[in-house]
């Protein structure tokens, strides 16, 4: 089982999306996401994300936003409790991520893009303002086969 921390920047109505297409063996291979990673050894969420995005963009979040905790379940990848954040604060430069391209999507048009289907559940939870949530996504293989919000079965 693993910690990891998800951040979505928000910016003249897109998002930073990251193009995973550059590392070799990655869960997210082909995949847009938000940039974050892996909890290291004494890290609180706050301090992961804030790390993962100064590492993945250049960029230091001036505030983040914590918007909820998703759990991944998958017969190939194991279990996964992410911290979804998101921010409109932060300040530096990009610069280009080892891991994919970077690429600043309106809201509007990141469904369009090749996501997980349980990201787009929690991408319109995030559009919507929902409050804190708990959502637990259930995958065989690619497929999303469960979905459950806050402890209600939504698929």
Known sequence: MKNTTLCYLEQDGCYLMLH?????????????????????????PDDCVRREVRE?????????????IVTFVSDTWGTEYMH????????????????????????????ELNLWEGDRIFLDLLTKDTPFFSLKLVYR??????????GNKIL
Do not use: Y
């Not at 995973?20 to 990673?37: C, P, T, Y």
């Not at 604060?89 to 048009?109: I, K, M, N, Q």
């Not at 293989?141 to 806050?150: F, K, W």
């Open 20 to 44: 995973r297409v550059k590392k070799q063996q990655d869960e997210n291979a082909g995949k847009w996401i938000g940039v974050g990673g892996k909890f290291e050894e004494g890290e609180s």
């Open 56 to 68: 993945e963009t250049g960029l230091s979040l001036d505030a983040v936003q914590f918007r909820g």
């Open 84 to 111: 979804l954040f998101t921010s409109s604060r932060f300040s530096g430069t990009l610069h280009p991520c080892d891991e994919g391209e970077l690429a600043w999507v309106p809201v509007d048009r990141v469904p």
């Open 141 to 150: 293989g690619d497929a999303l086969c469960e979905a459950i919000l806050d």
